[in-house]
């Protein structure tokens, strides 16, 4: 208790000085160590611990020379030096105002003849030196001893022993609240040894370390380790409750080694395994040129990116329609700030396609002319554990906004599909086949629009794809996750899945036709996500940990299909391709709902949705759609389908 009255005493006082109070301390330290050093060189020459009779004939000295170690003190600057800045700088200004005070004495002894031999001030000199070092050091401690009493200190364990380890350890000494405890590294040669003051331990002691000595947090002091194991030895320290931080080098730090980021921006164009679609095709321009445009789920990936190109057409307007408030704050910011946005107006509109007085609204107070609807629930398993939701917007809300296209009488509806609607086996699958049904009814109509389809495959770098979720697995160390080791699937990249929704969607109906087109990319061969995986390791500039590479640096996890997830995805239900204008673009002959079955279907799912009837949704998709797999068993009803004419 007493101690700690004493301490508290201490800090208020200490806490109360000013900066130049602190200094005047400082230099009268030294002006009283010079008659210490002086008397203690007096001891040692008489061996007498009152030697009156030399102190009396050296009284000059003990006059003059505090005085003028004050004065050459202040001319060095030694005041102005912190005790927690007292390093080897420091040290070797006391050093020369030792030398300084000696000479000076020594001069005295001559042109005073003062009898102080050569020896006697050869000591004097040493003592001032060692004197005030080792009261500035014992200043330090008494001071680092009074704040650290007044605030909790963290302890931490540095893993790595190294170069960086030591030199992070020597700079966290003389720290207010942070204390060095121990040094753990994988290294056997160094584990037992004592590096910077501090013992060496085996990684397989942490838990038993950090129990014993209290600590709070790990530094990782090893920049030479790959990231993803640093990233692997974090997880395990957070596993037992600890803060994890990771420090670079020292040489890093104060720039003659470079900071290395290895998972620059992937370009995911180069995992397609083919040659992308590049050019947009002129004849598709007019289309789109000074047309209005309704973007349906304009701030997702796809929609966005429809955004972006467009400005290439020079339509009159873009209407951004989006149900997610910080998509669309994002996606109409960056549209008004691009440099080619020239004289295309742009116009937010926040609100659903499942909503009918919202889509009638749009279409005729913007003059709507062309409608591409990329607004979908595309997440396989958020879908499959959220049928009612998926079946709503992507099939009802197709509907809704295909009948607002229609009494609007705009030019063109495109759907935008995907090759999941192909014999599926989820409910986001089932549904955007349903979707598809929906447009297919809709080009049945009599009037002015036409309505088609563009399907294609997974795209990489969209929200929700593969890139992006192995690529922020990467950067955490692995594993790496693959639903089955033969998972294949067809792959485009963002950009040329655009370019083929707006070329495939300027095409004409043929032989005067109403639309219903279902139009297909040809995609090359599906690619295996495992080595699609490798490939983005290898890039990162990491290699694959397996059984055969156990000192790899990322490891390929197997987690087993998901709920409704296909070993292999298909792009087409039938046998038979039509041509195009394009040759990379193909027409798809497939069945379609009679009249009868799709006003079944409507009326059901709207009950359906209306009750929440989740079981139902399955039965529906199961009765109508072809091929349709559930992953929980349905009993399917009879299906009628008719096959339009070609």
Known sequence: MAKSLLRDHLFHRVDALTRSQKRFVLMAVDVALTPIALY?????????????????????????????????????GIPW?????????????????????????????????????????????????????????VMLHVLLWILRSQQPRCRVLIYGAGTTGSQLAAALKNHESIVAVAFIDDSPVLQSMTV????????????????????????LAMPSVSQPKQARIARQLQSLGLDVLAVPSFAQLVGTETLVDNLAPVVPGKFLGRRQV??????????????????????????????RQLLAYRPRRIVLFEVSEIALYEIDRELRTRPDLGEVEVVPVLGSVADSRMARSVMSDHGVQVVLHAAAYKHVPLVEANPV????????????????????????????????????????GASKRLAEFVVQDMAK??????????RFGNVLGSSGSVVPLFKEQIAHGGPVTLTHQEVTR?????????????????????????????????????????????????????????????????????????????????????E???????????????????????????????????????????????????????????????????TPAE
């Not at 990684?203 to 600590?215: C, G, L, Q, S």
């Open 445 to 454: 109509r009599p009037g002015r629009t036409v309505f088609s389809m563009v």
């Open 576 to 642: 038979g391709l039509l041509t195009t204008p394009n040759p990379k673009i193909m027409r798809a002959r497939e069945a379609s709902l009679s009249e009868l079955d799709m006003a079944k279907m409507l009326q059901a799912l709207r009950t359906a949705v209306a009750n929440g009837d989740a079981a139902m949704m399955r039965r529906l998709a199961a009765t109508y759609v072809e091929g349709y797999s559930p992953a929980i068993p349905v009993e399917p009803e009879p299906l009628s389908v008719s």
């Open 81 to 137: 030096i912190k005790l927690k800045a007292y390093e080897s700088l420091a040290i070797l200004k006391t050093a020369a105002l030792a030398i300084l005070l000696s000479v000076i004495a020594l001069s005295m002894t001559w042109s005073l003849k003062i009898p102080m031999p050569l020896i006697g001030v050869t000591l004097f000199g040493l003592f001032f030196f060692l004197t005030s070092v080792g009261t500035r050091m």
């Open 490 to 574: 067809f792959f485009m990249t963002l950009t040329e899945a655009v370019r083929l929704v707006l070329l495939a969607g300027s095409f004409n109906a043929p032989g005067g036709q109403r639309g219903g087109d279902v139009f297909v990319l040809d995609m090359g061969k599906p690619m295996r996500i495992r080595d699609l995986a490798e490939q983005m390791i290898q890039t990162a500039g990491y290699s694959v940990r397996d059984e055969n590479h156990p000192d790899g640096d990322i490891e390929i996890k197997v987690i087993g299909l998901r709920p409704g997830e296909k070993l292999h995805e298909e792009l087409l239900i039938g």
């Open 389 to 428: 939701a998926g079946m709503m917007n992507n099939v009802l809300g197709t509907r809704t906004l295909a009948d607002a296209a229609h009494e609007a009488q705009v030019e063109r509806f495109i759907l935008i599909s995907t090759d999941k609607a192909v014999r599926p086996t989820n409910i986001m």
């Open 278 to 307: 590049e050019e947009i095709e002129t004849g598709g321009i007019e289309a789109y040129r000074g047309k209005v445009i309704l973007v349906s789920g304009a701030g997702g990936s796809i929609g966005s990116e429809i955004c």
């Open 40 to 76: 203690l060189a007096c001891v040692l020459l008489t061996n007498d611990l009152t030697p009156v009779d030399l102190i009396r004939r050296c009284a000059a000295f003990f006059v003059t020379l505090p005085v003028l170690a004050a004065v050459l003190s202040l001319a060095l």
């Open 196 to 219: 910077a003051g501090m013992r060496v331990y085996s990684p397989a002691r942490i838990k038993e370390i950090v129990h014993e000595r209290d600590i709070d947090r790990v530094l």
